[in-house]
């Protein structure tokens, strides 16, 4: 029904930069609020950031300033642009978006099947 396919992730050393993108295929009829949240070890999935069809956009604390959140609505994507990388952002990043498919009226959550970021040096 949808897909929700991650790219973007990998090794980078601290104080790098990675950008994360999800595109979402499928009986979409439309995408309302899309999200990224990660999963470090031993952890709790959190959110990282989340975005309104309006483009209106928050952060966690520990990430306000280093990480931009954005979407393209033509093209069903969401991307994270994830600057001054720290140790700590190590984990292995989820997607999510709220989709309306075409076959069903009301809107559901949709998860991407993660993408490991990795800061080391």
């Known amino acids: 029904q949808v897909q929700l396919v991650e790219s973007g992730g990998g090794l980078v050393q601290p104080g790098g930069s990675l950008t994360l993108a999800c595109a979402a295929s499928g009986n979409i009829l439309a995408i309302g609020a899309m999200a990224w949240h990660r999963q470090a070890p031993g952890k709790e999935r959190e959110l990282v950031a989340h975005?309104?069809?309006?483009?209106?956009?928050n952060y966690a604390d520990s990430v306000k300033g280093r990480f931009t959140i954005s979407r393209d609505n033509a093209k069903n994507t969401v991307y994270l642009l994830m600057n001054s990388l720290k140790p700590e952002d190590t984990g292995v990043y989820y997607c999510?978006?709220?989709?309306?498919?075409?076959?069903?009226?009301?809107?559901?959550?949709?998860w991407g099947q993660g993408t490991q970021v990795t800061v080391s040096s």
């Open positions: 975005i309104t069809t309006s483009s209106s956009a």
């Open positions: 999510k978006m709220n989709v309306v498919l075409t076959t069903v009226g009301r809107p559901s959550d949709y």
